[in-house]
């Protein structure tokens, strides 16, 4: 299983690699974001990348967040298609009813030469089982919003599966430990490095934790205004001192580096390696269950 970070920008990029040169990170670029750092990914620092993977930036579109058009993707892709590992459909409808709009794009862009992954919006209908007795593709996406409740992610997993085990599954925007290392989903993504720091916390897998799942999320200051009961104060955090080895050992880090100049930048470092680690975590659980890593 791979875990690719979404949407980074080529600072933390360079300056993960520069700190930790055996991680090599997956990325997953949207064409929706960063057009003027593109080039930059897909070819001068592409040496320090593992994978990428290409978000058509269809989810900015269903948002109102972007203006991207089929014709767009398709005359980008044609060009850069080929510096991705893989890339994904424009589909444009995220409701369980969509699937009509998503094949015709799909279909669209395999007329013009390209090789787009298809994205599953609807877990419970015939979708599955279209893309699954088409036997023309190798993967599938799961982006629907019924991803967000495990039975059903458990579901549309079993189901293709079922239908051809050999078929690779992406999960969007999926990060949960405890979901991955019972799945036998190839890859995922996450934005959750970017947005806990932007919120002014960290993630720390804490070895004293006696949770399956050993994550305690760190507030070190910010934009959140009062503390949930999910959340630990750096200041008050009963494994301080721990966190702080941890910190000052791998990043080089004190707790003003989190609180001053460049702080977010800082907690967006420590989250990476976070999510970095937690593919191996989740690997090496998937081991021990006896879970086809993909």
């Given at each position: 299983?791979?875990?690719?970070?979404?949407?980074?920008?080529?600072?933390?990029?360079?300056r993960?690699?520069?700190?930790?040169p055996?991680?090599v990170?997956?990325?997953?670029?949207?064409?929706?974001?960063?057009?003027?750092?593109?080039?930059?990914?897909?070819?001068?620092?592409?040496?320090?990348?593992?994978?990428?993977i290409?978000?058509?930036?269809?989810?900015?579109?269903?948002?109102?967040?972007s203006?991207?058009?089929?014709?767009?993707?398709?005359?980008?892709?044609?060009?850069w298609?080929?510096?991705?590992?893989?890339?994904?459909?424009?589909?444009?409808?995220?409701?369980?009813?969509?699937?009509?709009?998503?094949?015709?794009?799909?279909?669209?862009?395999?007329?013009?030469?390209?090789?787009?992954?298809?994205?599953?919006?609807?877990?419970?209908?015939?979708?599955?089982d279209?893309?699954?007795?088409?036997?023309?593709?190798?993967?599938?996406?799961?982006?629907?919003?019924?991803?967000?409740?495990?039975?059903?992610?458990?579901?549309?997993?079993?189901?293709?599966?079922?239908?051809?085990?050999?078929?690779?599954?992406?999960?969007?925007?999926?990060?949960?430990?405890?979901?991955?290392?019972?799945?036998?989903?190839?890859?995922?993504?996450?934005?959750?490095?970017?947005?806990?720091?932007?919120?002014?916390?960290?993630?720390?897998?804490?070895?004293?934790?006696?949770?399956?799942?050993?994550?305690d999320?760190?507030?070190?200051?910010?934009?959140?205004?009062?503390?949930?009961?999910?959340?630990?104060?750096?200041?008050?955090?009963?494994?301080?001192?721990?966190?702080?080895?941890?910190?000052?050992?791998?990043?080089?880090?004190?707790?003003?580096?989190?609180?001053?100049?460049?702080?977010?930048?800082?907690?967006?470092?420590?989250?990476?390696?976070?999510?970095?680690d937690?593919?191996?975590?989740?690997?090496?659980?998937?081991l021990?269950?006896g879970?086809?890593?993909?």
């Amino acid at each position: 299983m791979k875990t690719f970070h979404a949407s980074p920008s080529l600072r933390v990029v360079r300056r993960y690699h520069e700190l930790f040169p055996a991680d090599v990170l997956n990325v997953l670029l949207s064409l929706a974001f960063n057009e003027a750092e593109r080039e930059g990914f897909l070819v001068q620092y592409r040496n320090i990348i593992a994978e990428i993977i290409g978000d058509s930036g269809a989810w900015s579109v269903a948002m109102g967040k972007s203006t991207l058009t089929l014709e767009a993707v398709i005359n980008f892709l044609l060009l850069w298609g080929n510096k991705f590992d893989r890339y994904f459909n424009f589909d444009t409808d995220f409701s369980t009813r969509g699937f009509v709009n998503n094949i015709t794009n799909q279909l669209e862009m395999e007329k013009r030469g390209l090789v787009p992954i298809p994205v599953v919006h609807n877990f419970y209908n015939f979708e599955i089982d279209y893309y699954v007795r088409s036997r023309k593709y190798d993967w599938l996406a799961l982006g629907s919003s019924q991803s967000s409740n495990f039975r059903h992610l458990k579901h549309a997993v079993n189901r293709i599966k079922k239908g051809n085990p050999a078929i690779k599954i992406h999960w969007f925007g999926g990060s949960t430990y405890e979901w991955l290392i019972q799945l036998p989903i190839a890859s995922c993504d996450t934005t959750s490095w970017a947005k806990s720091g932007a919120y002014g916390i960290i993630k720390y897998w804490n070895p004293r934790n006696e949770e399956l799942d050993k994550t305690d999320y760190i507030y070190v200051g910010g934009r959140s205004s009062k503390l949930d009961s999910s959340l630990h104060h750096f200041v008050t955090y009963p494994f301080r001192k721990d966190l702080e080895e941890y910190l000052q050992v791998n990043f080089g880090f004190n707790y003003q580096d989190l609180c001053g100049y460049d702080d977010k930048f800082n907690m967006q470092l420590v989250n990476m390696k976070y999510y970095t680690d937690m593919e191996k975590r989740v690997n090496d659980e998937r081991l021990r269950r006896g879970i086809p890593l993909e």
